[in-house]
């Protein structure tokens, strides 16, 4: 990775890559939403960053001035590599949002509701009669993967091998191309090879429900096909890895909150409404396509934007007391999950992991911390959840 030079001023040199803004962006979101709204920096070829919930909205919603073409903010921009829905503009990406809308519907999502509480289960087992474990590698990681590859027809057992692309494409790859796209051809030799087996026997999966797709009375592009299995498989794994992992940091910290949750389970969805709100993971990006105004700053274009999800549910001018994690806050229109045409088609099964995985824990093991002098680390880049999260029980 190369040497970047530190960073002076976040209001004009921002680099969401710098360790401070890794370890605790809060205060520095907080700082620049009074004196700065709209930073800018002229790293990564030029990148804004709004901070206020109404100038995220307005970039969200804008479709004409902001396209989804680019979506992550890196050194150089890559081949254009499409993953419909999410990198699909308007008028294009409507038919291929309602395409993957089926199989993420609530009535869909319940029925893989016993699958992951078993999966729960089974995790809390190997740790349950230890001292601690690390709630992050040993439990959050681990539900999404396996929850998405069932949904997918794919083996449960390959995780370790989707969280390595997902590193090399979202993290890694942002410095590094090269592993970026070793990974896009990795992936697509092995999505390729799926598609394959399933054109000769179908099954009742998503890869065989898309391999069966018709648009306008054709089958999907491979190149599309590739694309879309990739952003599934992509989307859903270390996003909800990530909230899981931050409401059990969060728990770690507040016995309070932890208490009352065992005491009063039926709070448990209200609380992970505002766990998602507080540490909202995903930080979208769009380019600019067309020069405008926002928030009365001037956007250039072909500059990046990077659409903070988690600084917009931080702004006290719509939640408040933003900074405070009140775990029954009743109005809570948070955005986590995005606004506008792209808004995730994956918030009913993040809602069920999320939920599930604390319940299944909090009944288990009800008294826990992190252990004492836990190094916790957090990841980098478009999504943001603790890595490395040691636990002491009892
Ligand atoms: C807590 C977990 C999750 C969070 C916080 C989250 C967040 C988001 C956000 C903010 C977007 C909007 C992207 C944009 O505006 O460019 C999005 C889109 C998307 N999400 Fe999620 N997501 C989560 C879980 C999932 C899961 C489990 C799936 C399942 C596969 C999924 C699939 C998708 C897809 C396919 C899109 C693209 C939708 C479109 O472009 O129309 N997400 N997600």
Known sequence: MSARPPVNDWGTDFDHLDPRWVNDPYPIWEELRDKCPVAHTDRYMGVY???????????????????????????????RIPAPPITSDPPGHR?????????????????????????????????AGKDGCDAAVDYAQELPVRMIAHM???PEEEGELFRKWIYEILVAGITQPALMMRAIEESSAYFNAEIEKRKAAPGDD????????????????????????????????????????????????????????????????TAVEEFLRAYAPVTMAREVVKATT???CPFKEKQMVLLSFPAANRDPAVFP????????????RHVAFGLGI??????????MEITVA?????????????????????????????????????
Not at 381 to 391: A, H, M, S
């Open 95 to 127: 038919a291929d949002k309602h395409l993957l809308l089926p199989a993420f519907t609530p009535d869909q999502i319940k029925l893989h509701e016993p699958r992951a509480r078993k999966i729960c289960g089974k995790l809390i087992d190997r740790f």
């Open 358 to 394: 604390l319940q299944e824990w909090l009944k288990r093991i009800p008294e826990f911390s992190l252990a004492p002098g836990a190094q916790v680390t957090w990841s980098e880049g478009t999504v943001r959840g603790p890595r490395k999260l040691p636990v002491k029980f009892g």
């Open 294 to 296: 926002i928030g009365g």
């Open 49 to 79: 960053f709004p901070t206020r919930y109404d100038d995220v909205r307005a970039v969200a919603y804008d479709t004409e001035h902001f396209s989804s073409r680019r979506i992550v903010v890196r050194e150089q921009p890559p081949p």
């Open 152 to 154: 997918m027809g794919l």
């Open 206 to 269: 998503i890869i065989s429900y898309l391999v069966g797709a018709r648009i306008d009375g054709q089958p999907i592009e491979p190149e599309r096909l590739l694309g879309t299995l990739r952003l599934i498989l992509v989307a859903g794994i270390d996003t909800t890895w990530s909230a899981i992992g931050s409401c059990f940091w969060h728990l770690a910290q507040h016995p309070e909150d932890r208490r009352r949750l065992v005491a009063e389970p039926e709070l448990i969805p």
């Open 321 to 332: 007391d933003a900074d405070r994690v009140v775990i029954d806050r009743t109005e809570n």
């Open 342 to 351: 792209h808004r995730c088609i994956g918030s009913n099964l993040a809602r």
